[in-house]
């Protein structure tokens, strides 16, 4: 069992920079890969971005390449989502989920966070 905790969701102005992390507990949390989706209201669930247990492979969605990185500290259980020149259409809440195997389908993850908002207005 793994329990993921988001956090570092606010209100930022577009172009502005965020950072988010996802803190998972639990005896194997280290072995999982991670990934970020988003939802925005009245929409399905989107993938973000996902990393291997190892932290040697990244994927992104093509909406946030060159702008979003993804990243993980396995020492300490967590992954973080780095959110460069944001604009008002990334508004959505953020989930984290832990599965095994990276990927950009959301049913490919097992365990999920709570999610945090993200608000980025013009």
């Known amino acids: 069992q793994v329990q993921l905790v988001e956090s570092g969701g606010g209100l930022v102005q577009a172009g502005g920079s965020l950072r988010l992390s996802c803190a998972a507990s639990?005896?194997?949390?280290?072995?999982?890969?991670m990934g970020w989706f988003l939802q925005a209201p009245g929409k399905e669930r989107e993938f973000v971005a996902a990393?291997?247990?190892?932290?040697?492979?990244?994927y992104y969605a093509d909406s946030v390449k060159g702008r979003f990185t993804i990243s993980r500290d396995n020492a300490k259980n967590t992954v973080y989502l780095q959110m460069n020149s944001l604009k008002p259409e990334d508004t959505a809440v953020y989930y984290c989920?832990?599965?095994?195997?990276?990927?950009?389908?959301?049913?490919?993850?097992?365990?999920w966070g709570q999610g945090t908002q993200v608000t980025v207005s013009s």
């Open positions: 990393i291997s247990w190892s932290g040697g492979s990244t």
């Open positions: 989920a832990a599965g095994s195997r990276p990927g950009s389908y959301y049913r490919g993850y097992d365990y």
């Open positions: 639990g005896r194997t949390a280290s072995s999982y890969a």
